[in-house]
């Protein structure tokens, strides 16, 4: 076992892993933060997507050591104070979700996105959720959302619990 020390969602935490283990299992079964969500076993669909020391990860694909000493930030560190994220919010209004369960990976991804290119072109975000599957929305509504956070955010850059740049 190995001891790591980190900080999610603004919490620091320490514990002893094994050195296999994912950071997506660290988080949902060490840590209970299932909105994090593991959708393949190829690291292709990106429903696992969180913020380590504010750049996206795909979390199935860093392991938990990796992580030490570092921060991390996931879906349910995003909203503040009862309120949502505004990328959050641009996904309820714009209907840029079905079942939800790629949500939280393309929130992260989206976030992430906005914070480099706070203006994106719809070719932009169409390239920069890539590595994001969605089997239920054709996508459209999901690039509206990112739209419609840029245009209603100065500065979607994330305001996170985790303290990510
Ligand atoms: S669960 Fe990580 S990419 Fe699919
Ligand atoms: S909303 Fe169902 S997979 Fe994207």
């Known amino acids: 076992m190995t001891r790591i020390s980190l900080t ?3 919490m620091s935490v320490t514990d002893d892993v094994e050195p296999r283990t994912l950071l997506v299992h660290y988080l949902r079964e060490v840590l ?3 909105g994090t969500v593991v959708g393949c076993d190829t690291s292709n669909c990106g429903a696992c997507t969180v913020h380590l020391n504010g750049t996206s990860v795909k979390s199935c ?11 991390v930030t996931t879906i349910e560190g995003l909203s503040r104070n009862g309120e949502l994220h505004p990328v959050q919010e641009a996904f309820r209004e714009c209907h840029g ?5 790629c949500t939280p ?4 991804q989206a976030t992430d996105l906005l914070r480099e290119n706070p203006h994106p072109s719809e070719q932009e975000i ?12 054709g996508y459209h509504n999901i690039v509206r959302a990112v739209q419609y956070a840029a245009e209603h955010a100065d500065a979607p850059a ?5 303290g990510a740049q």
């Open 32 to 34: 209970g933060k299932t």
């Open 105 to 108: 990976g393309m929130i992260m």
């Open 126 to 137: 169409r390239l920069g959720l890539e590595g994001n599957l969605c089997r239920c929305t």
């Open 158 to 162: 994330e305001a996170t619990a985790g």
């Open 97 to 101: 979700l079905q079942c939800g369960f």
């Open 61 to 71: 694909n860093v392991l938990a050591v990796q992580a030490d000493g570092g921060e």
């Open 8 to 10: 999610v969602d603004g």
